[in-house]
Antibody, heavy 118, light 107 residues
């Protein structure tokens, strides 16, 4: 069955970096794009951008340009999100979600809670 | 960017009620709207795509309709397992944008 399994929760200090992963299984990884979605505590969903899993090209939403990097380990069917110079406002749950040519998000990872606190 | 205005932000219903949530897009989205259910601590779950197509496994008490800029999502005969937050998503173009969400609570 199709699964997106994300890495575990992270506790970081301001200024540090974090890398979270999203491992796909049950389908051909490069046939579907991977998106990233942020959800701050008690807030709604915000699209961060996506990565073309065939070419590796990332596209970032305006609010996520600069400190955010999407990458792939295609041989391991894994997409990664790295956030550098962490700020308190990066405290959130980060979801990966796949989309096909139909463009909506059909499968989601379970989410990774990143807490930034001094 | 397309803005998705979702209302109401919260909704109180009794078991068996019918509830309706609306999303208005800032421009025509040609029916490219999906609806998601999210329970606390869980990932969103796709319920409806392309305005009104129920995803496999979505109970028939859920429905969607609309066109152009205006869309709605309904639950007839609310059940206890429907208590959750609901979000619309436009996927006509980038950036993808979500509605602000609707929290459904039991009266």
């Amino acid at each position: 069955q199709i699964q997106l399994v994300q890495s575990g929760p992270e506790l970081k200090k301001p200024g540090e970096s974090v890398k979270i992963s999203c491992k796909a299984s049950g389908y051909t990884f490069t046939d579907y794009a991977m998106h990233w979605v942020k959800q701050a505590p008690g807030k709604g969903l915000k699209w961060m951008g996506w990565i073309n899993t065939y070419t590796g090209k990332p596209t970032y939403a305006d609010d996520f340009k600069g400190r955010f990097v999407f990458s792939l380990e295609a041989s391991a069917s894994t997409a990664n999100l790295q956030i550098s110079n962490l700020k308190n406002e990066d405290t959130a749950t980060y979801f990966c979600a796949r989309s096909g040519t139909t463009r909506y998000f059909d499968y989601w990872g379970q989410g990774v809670m990143v807490t930034v606190s001094s | 960017d397309i803005q998705m205005t979702q209302s109401p932000p919260s909704l109180s219903a009794s078991l068996g009620d019918k509830v309706t949530i609306t999303c208005q897009a800032s421009q025509n989205i040609n029916k490219y709207i999906a609806w998601y259910q999210q329970k606390p601590g869980k990932a969103p779950r796709l319920l409806i795509r392309y305005t009104s197509t129920l995803e496999s496994g979505t109970p028939s008490r859920f429905s969607g309709s609309g066109s152009g800029r205006d869309y709605s999502f309904s639950i007839s005969n609310v059940e206890s397992e429907d208590i959750a937050s609901y979000y619309c998503l436009q996927y006509v173009n980038l950036p993808r944008t979500f509605g602000g969400g609707t929290k459904l609570e039991l009266k």
